[in-house]
């Protein structure tokens, strides 16, 4: 596909009230929202959605932080999306991410990196899929 990414404000945003300045961020940035929602996973929902990282050490504290609160999950359109969407929310790590990168302006830490971002095309249509029915989005 190519123009649509998956993201997702995960918990520690949501909670430190970072949700409008995230969305202007990426809308600024000139990605269109085809859907948005704010919900709150369940335990097993994430285990669901990070079942690809199930194996490894973190997996458990994923599924954990993940639904230990509400998030914003939004699809977004765009020539190149996710390779632009990763740009724009930088490293996964903080303390390593660019300046002006949403990781860099409101993470904490690695776990608590403030946002998910798709990391492939195919990625982006199956964590869309996860999160929103047809009729709930809206392309140009």
Do not use: W
Request: aromatic share 10%; glycine share 4%; with cysteine.
């Amino acid at each position: 596909m190519g123009n649509i990414t998956f993201v997702m404000i995960k918990p520690c945003a949501v909670s430190h009230e970072h949700i409008g300045e995230i969305l202007s961020i990426i809308n600024k940035a000139g990605f269109h929202f085809v859907s948005i929602k704010m919900l709150h996973i369940s335990k097993s929902q994430a285990e669901k959605f990070y079942a690809v990282h199930a194996e490894k050490s973190f997996y458990k504290d994923l599924v954990e932080f993940m639904s230990s609160g509400p998030i914003v999950a939004a699809i977004l359109q765009k020539e190149n999306a996710v390779n632009d969407f990763r740009k724009l929310i930088g490293n996964t790590n903080p303390a390593n991410a660019d300046e002006g990168t949403i990781r860099k302006m409101f993470a904490t830490s690695v776990q608590e990196n403030a946002v998910h971002g798709s990391d492939s095309d195919e990625n982006a249509v199956i964590e869309s899929n996860f999160f929103f029915s047809q009729i709930e989005r809206f392309y140009r």
